[in-house]
């Protein structure tokens, strides 16, 4: 069983639609949540990070974590084209992992005009 | 905008032959990681340094190998390419200290082997 599950998609919706993504994980003892975004032949870019459970917003992006249910979330409000890219969670231990990472595989997210 | 450089992007080498990835950065950060990704699938971490002389292996095992004789640069190394390596490697560098870890990331190298 893998540590962190992330359903793949693609995920496809029309532009200015809310855009729900989630992951599960397994290890209760994960305490850093992060959303990162990738574009086709690029690198990851970190979008949003949560300590602990809770909500936290940034413009059109909201991100969720639930630690009691072991699931995380990423809203994308009013989704534009220029959002269509691959969505990884990530999630570590804190600061005694030396930033080990666990990444979902990713959900490929398609936002048509 | 992160500082963090791979070369080549992409290359395309027949088995056998000896490669070296190169990643370098120049933000002064003392942690950087290699990553294995391919479609569909998770990164996953093949190598991680803490600082210079530091090396050690990640959670997915690899015939790979690395160095860091300088904090800002961290080559990997294929002796012997095999059709088994294909795949998308990914550097990226953080700073050694902080709460988090907000990893950046390079655009990658997509590596085919024939």
């Known amino acids: 069983q893998k540590e962190v599950e992330q359903d793949p998609g693609p995920l496809s919706v029309p532009e200015g639609a809310i855009v729900s993504l989630n992951c599960t994980y397994s290890n209760s003892a994960f305490q850093y949540f992060m959303w990162y975004r990738q574009y086709s032949r690029k690198g990851p870019e970190l979008l949003m990070y949560t300590y602990s459970s809770g909500n936290k917003e940034d413009g059109r992006f909201t991100a969720q974590v639930d630690k009691s249910s072991k699931y995380i979330s990423l809203f994308i409000r009013d989704s534009q084209p220029s959002d269509s890219a691959t969505y990884l969670c990530a999630m570590t231990l804190g600061t005694d992992s030396w930033g080990k990472l666990q990444f979902g595989a990713g959900t490929q997210v398609v936002v048509t005009p | 905008e992160a500082d963090i450089y791979q070369t080549p992007r992409y290359l395309v080498i027949g088995t056998g032959k000896k490669i070296t990835l190169e990643c370098s950065q120049t933000?002064?950060?003392?942690?950087m990681y290699w990553y294995q990704q391919d479609p569909g699938m998770e990164l996953h971490l093949i190598h991680y340094s803490y600082g210079v002389n530091s090396t050690e292996k990640g959670d997915l095992s690899s015939e790979s190998t690395v160095s860091r004789i300088r904090t800002e640069h961290f080559p990997l190394t294929l002796e012997s390419a095999r059709p088994s390596h294909t795949s998308q490697y990914l550097c990226?560098?953080?700073?050694?200290?902080?709460?988090?870890?907000?990893?950046?990331f390079g655009p990658g190298t997509r590596l085919t082997v024939l």
């Open positions: 933000m002064g950060h003392d942690k």
């Open positions: 990226a560098s953080s700073a050694l200290s902080g709460r988090y870890n907000e990893q950046f």
